[in-house]
């Protein structure tokens, strides 16, 4: 992990591909969390944001970082328990279904993962 701010987390991954597969693991084990360890009245529900490209700087020790502004607001987009991802991620993943949503965000369009945990 990279960071984490308010209720938000930072991480990094050596490919768009290794992101999204610990997004859907992250998305599929919540269900026994909330069963088995959150104590919290309401489940906890996550939106998962995915951006990928090249950065001059290391995301360790900048705080704030383009390539993380922009997966966060792309986070926004994904609905509770989803996972959102830029057209750059799309590339790498192209075998995994998704739908484009009608308004780009910071420049880039955006798709929503149809099948966001590993359920069968």
Do not use: W
Request: proline content about 4%; glycine content about 6%; aromatic content about 4%.
């Amino acid at each position: 992990m990279l960071s984490t701010a308010g209720d938000g987390a930072v991480l990094g991954f050596e490919s768009p591909e290794q992101a999204l597969t610990a997004s859907k693991k992250v998305q599929t084990e919540m269900t026994e969390f909330n069963s088995q360890v959150n104590r919290l009245v309401d489940p906890l529900r996550l939106r998962i944001g995915i951006h990928c490209g090249q950065t001059a700087s290391s995301l360790q020790e900048v705080p704030y970082n383009e390539l993380i502004d922009i997966a966060a607001h792309v986070e926004a987009s994904a609905p509770v328990g989803g996972i959102a991802v830029t057209e750059q991620v799309v590339k790498y993943i192209e075998d995994e279904a998704v739908a484009e949503i009608k308004d780009e965000i910071d420049g880039h369009r955006v798709s929503i993962v149809l099948n966001p945990t590993n359920a069968a």
